[in-house]
């Protein structure tokens, strides 16, 4: 930051809430209808998680790419372009304030991700600003015997910046790195997250802040997972949790043999917008000139079942179960060669191995769908075993 301030033990200053006034300082205010038209939409400036004069919470273990993450949402909200495919204000600055590493290790990240996603940079220049917690730590409150007092030299301190450099979002991360509260003290973490909300009211900007989860114990990580005291959330309008892919869905979508981390987007505390459906993303590994090799994050989207399949396919899958014997297009993919499944995989140019399961998937939506029907034909110890024949052929 520009300006130098005094030693932290001046600094101190108690926080007193003030009973709003308004209208001549008469209260209550009586309500008055007002045409819905009039009314001002909401001020989104990123996807449906951050928006004007409020505070957004991402909570996520270690190691996930929630660091990696807010720097490419930066870089598309600096350069105006969706490079991760959430819709983003044009024009916007952006300020990251990261607490935790050295410039150099910024310096790296911000690089890989602009060398990636192809952002030049004129396309930010004069629209990012990065700041570290080793150049110049940030503490916005401190515990004392008497309780949590909030430094409000601080707090005006960013509000100057803010407002001198026109800030529209602010990135803090992490947020335990923001204050000197004891982080398991609802109360406490109460005052601080309300002191960030009143700073985004105060600069109409949007205020990211950036949270470790506590030991989640291999369960899948929520919102309500962050480390310490729940107040954090409860303050924040907008919330998202990032989790690890599952190797059950890695085994499902062939992603076994990547060696990059997937992890994927749940937005499960949506006060201003509906919840999301959970998007994934993907760690890239990007080398620099220098040989260093950098994490950045980018956009994957989990394989359709019918990815590359047409009517047309499902035309020929018919024909070529219907020009087999029955007992060679048994239902079971236990069957070996017999599995209905080889036949599908050879008319598709599919591997009947590393396919198998969306092969399963394929079949069982042409049964439910009538395209293809099961019947049990008896065995040699007269049981009726499941074969597959064509049911009501796709339109030619």
Same mark, same amino acid.
């Given at each position: 930051?520009?300006?130098?301030? $005094?030693?932290?033990? #001046? ?25 819905? $038209?009039?009314i001002?939409?909401?001020p989104?400036?990123y996807?449906?998680?951050l928006?004007?004069?409020q505070v ?26 969706e ?7 044009k024009? !916007?600055?952006?300020?990251?304030y ?7 290790? #910024? ?10 996603h192809?952002?030049?940079? %004129?396309?930010? =220049? ?34 100057? %910046? ?20 004891s ?22 900007c949007?205020i990211e ?5 506590r ?6 990580a929520?919102? %309500? ?16 949790? !990032? ?5 059950t ?9 990547d ?20 998007e ?8 620099? =000139?220098?040989g ?8 994957? #989207? ?13 035309? !020929?899958?018919q ?16 069957? +070996?060669?017999?599995w ?7 008319t598709? +140019?599919l591997?009947a191995?590393?396919?198998?399961k ?5 079949i069982?939506?042409w049964?439910?769908?009538?395209? !293809? ?24």
């Open positions: 930051m520009a300006r130098d301030f $005094s030693d932290m033990a #001046m600094q101190l200053h108690a926080h007193r809430a003030e009973f709003p006034r308004n209208r001549g300082d008469r209260l209550p205010t009586e309500f008055v209808w007002r045409d819905p $038209s009039s001002p939409p909401r989104w400036v996807g449906r998680h928006i004007r004069k957004s919470v991402t909570v996520a273990p270690g190691g996930v790419g929630k660091s990696s993450l807010t720097i490419c949402e930066a870089l598309a909200m600096a350069s105006g372009r490079l991760l495919g959430d819709w983003t204000t024009g !916007l600055k952006v300020w990251l990261n607490l935790e590493d050295p410039r150099d290790e #910024m310096d790296r990240r911000i690089i890989a991700a602009m060398q990636h192809h952002v030049s940079p %004129e396309e930010i =220049a004069g629209r990012l600003y990065v700041d570290t917690g080793r150049e110049r730590a940030l503490s916005t409150a401190i515990q004392t015997r008497e309780g949590v007092q909030i430094i409000k030299p601080e707090l005006d301190a960013l509000a100057d %910046e803010i407002e001198v450099r026109e800030i529209d979002v602010l990135v803090i991360d992490p947020f335990v790195s923001s204050h000197q509260a982080e398991n003290d609802n109360g406490a973490i109460d005052l601080v997250a309300k002191e960030w909300a009143r700073l985004a009211d105060r600069c109409n949007a802040l950036v949270h470790h989860t030991k989640t114990n291999g369960e899948e929520t919102t %309500e997972s962050g480390r310490g005291a729940s107040a954090l959330l409860a303050a924040a309008r907008l919330g998202r949790v !990032l989790n690890k892919m599952h190797p869905l890695r085994e499902k979508w062939g992603l076994m043999d060696p990059a981390t997937f992890f994927g987007i749940n937005r499960d505390k949506a006060n201003l917008a509906p919840e999301g459906a959970r994934w993303r993907r760690m890239a590994t990007v080398s620099l =000139a220098n260093d090799n950098v994490g950045v994050c980018e956009v994957w #989207m989990p394989p359709d079942t019918f990815d590359g399949v047409s009517v047309d396919d499902l035309l !020929l899958v024909r070529a179960l219907d020009g087999k014997d029955t007992l060679s297009c048994r239902y079971s993919d236990q069957a +070996g060669d017999d209905a499944g080889v036949t599908v995989a050879e598709l +140019g591997d191995t590393a396919d198998r969306r092969i399963k998937k394929m069982e939506a049964l439910k769908s009538g395209a !293809l029907k099961k019947v049990k034909i008896p065995d040699a110890k007269r049981m009726g075993r499941p074969y597959l024949e064509v049911g009501e052929w796709a339109n030619q």
